[in-house]
């Protein structure tokens, strides 16, 4: 697994936790940020996924 995919989930989680927070306290930056924070983070899943692929396809090349 990518280091940008483990990045990507760890983010994701802080942006859900950010928004639970704003939604609890009525901040509305806070729900804000938190959002983004999700948004950054499947961005950021996707780019290590990317990478994952394009590995598995090197490797497989690598094999025949």
Not at 34 to 41: H, I, N, P, S, V
């Amino acid at each position: 697994m990518d280091k940008d995919r483990m990045k990507g989930m760890a983010q994701q989680a802080k942006g859900a936790m950010k928004e639970s927070a704003g939604k609890i306290t009525g901040d509305e930056k806070l729900k804000a940020e938190g959002r983004m924070d999700k948004l950054e983070g499947k961005v950021r899943n996707a780019v290590g996924g990317a990478k994952d692929a394009i590995r598995q396809a090197g490797d497989a090349v690598r094999r025949r």
